[in-house]
């Protein structure tokens, strides 16, 4: 068992380019979340989606969008990127969402981005 | 709005010593806590979580919390530490009326001497 898968693992990315990172898991979990890790901040909630076909805001959504076609994946994209989207992001699911909510969530490796 | 702090960055301890890693959060419902801890360039990994009923909840490699409402505290402890215990942890609230918005601390970093 895998559990969530995250690629690339790293990118180098011009700004203004568009990139998708991708997350799959396959826990069959209900619930998934994107989010980014920076010094000192910790981590913060990009978006989230607590079932397939449902995706709501985060604490920091601008510049950032997702879908959820599907239980397995949920791909981030960011439309224009710019130097400030530079960050470690990790994508997570939980098997919670309004059913549960008190389940832990489970992370993936982590994707370092670095927009020039 | 719900909030969660990590008062110190880094706790040094010597090995074999006991650790705490302070965690103080700021809710309108009842919380559920959890702790988390991440090696070097890995995603985070549960350790424990406080739900309801006794306020000392045990985890992963030896760690426990102790959930203090008075002090809305949820303070993370290891009676003997470990050099391997190194590592960064993060405090989080998930506010039980909102299951969406869990949010994390800060981090901190936990450092064992030999």
């Known amino acids: 068992i895998a559990g969530i898968t995250q690629a690339p693992t790293s990118q180098i990315l011009a700004a203004g380019r568009r990139m998708t990172l991708r997350c799959t898991q396959d826990?069959?979990?209900?619930?998934m979340y994107w989010y980014r890790q920076d010094l000192g901040l910790g981590l913060r909630l990009i978006h989230y989606?607590?079932?397939?076909?449902?995706?709501g805001k985060g604490e920091v959504p601008d510049g950032y969008s997702v879908s959820r076609a599907n239980t397995d994946d949920f791909p981030l994209t960011l439309a224009s990127a710019v130097p400030s989207q530079t960050s470690v992001y990790f994508c997570?699911?939980?098997?919670?969402?309004?059913?549960?909510?008190?389940?832990?969530?489970?992370f993936g490796p982590g994707t370092r981005l670095t927009v020039l | 709005a719900q909030s969660v702090a990590q008062p110190e960055d880094q706790v040094n301890v010597a090995e074999g010593n006991p650790l705490t890693v302070k965690c103080t959060y700021s809710?309108?419902?009842?919380?559920?806590l959890f702790w988390y801890v991440q090696y070097p360039n890995r995603g985070l990994q549960f350790l424990l979580k406080?739900?309801?009923?006794?306020?000392l909840v045990k985890g992963s490699y030896g760690f426990e919390a102790e959930f203090n409402k008075s002090q809305t505290s949820f303070h993370l402890k290891k009676p003997s530490a470990l050099v391997s215990d190194s590592a960064l942890y993060f405090c989080?609230?998930?506010?039980?009326?909102?299951?969406?918005?869990?949010?994390f601390g800060s981090g901190t970093r936990l450092s064992i001497r030999p």
């Open positions: 406080y739900i309801t009923g006794d306020n």
């Open positions: 989080a609230v998930r506010e039980t009326r909102s299951a969406s918005k869990i949010i």
């Open positions: 826990m069959r979990h209900n619930a």
């Open positions: 809710v309108s419902g009842n919380p559920y």
């Open positions: 989606s607590n079932t397939a076909g449902t995706t």
């Open positions: 997570a699911s939980s098997d919670s969402g309004g059913r549960a909510p008190y389940n832990e969530q489970f």
